[in-house]
Each structure stands twice: as structure tokens, then as C-alpha cells.
């Protein structure tokens, strides 16, 4: 859980640096949301098949020992 949770907050922050950084070296300090939004949709993006990438191949039963940790 605390892995998950992590990187999430990982992710998360990975966004708003990657904003941050569009808007002050390449912007001239100002960022529209649809830019910013575009940004946030790519890394989203990436975050999500990374994850099911580690679900089909890394770890293929973790709905099964998730199940069977909560019902004990």
C-alpha cells in the first residue's frame, strides 16, 4: 500500500515539475491550462501503462492475493 501511495505522490509531483519547468524555461513564465492539461494527460498516460505493465507481466495474480489477504 505505502508503494502505491508513493508512487503515486511520485507521479503526481513529476507533473507539476514538468509544468513548472515548461512555463519558466520555455513559456516566459506563463503556461495556458490546455498546455498544462496536455502535460498532465501525457504523464497520466504513461503512469497508467506503466502500471499495467507490472500488472500483466510482473505481477499477474495480484488481484487473487488481494482478495485472499482481505478475506482473512
Known amino acids: 500500500m505505502v508503494v502505491g501511495y ?3 505522490l511520485i507521479a503526481f509531483f513529476t507533473i507539476y515539475v514538468a509544468v513548472k ?3 519558466d ?3 516566459n513564465g506563463t503556461v495556458s491550462f490546455g498546455k498544462a492539461l496536455i502535460i ?3 504523464a497520466s498516460t504513461m503512469y ?3 502500471w499495467a505493465f507490472v500488472y500483466k507481466f510482473i505481477m499477474p495474480d495480484f488481484w487473487d492475493n488481494y482478495a485472499e489477504h ?3
Open 25 to 27: 524555461k520555455y513559456n
Open 6 to 8: 508513493l508512487s503515486m
Open 70 to 72: 482481505m478475506l482473512k
Open 48 to 50: 497508467v501503462i506503466a
Open 40 to 42: 498532465a494527460l501525457i
Open 21 to 23: 519547468t515548461y512555463r
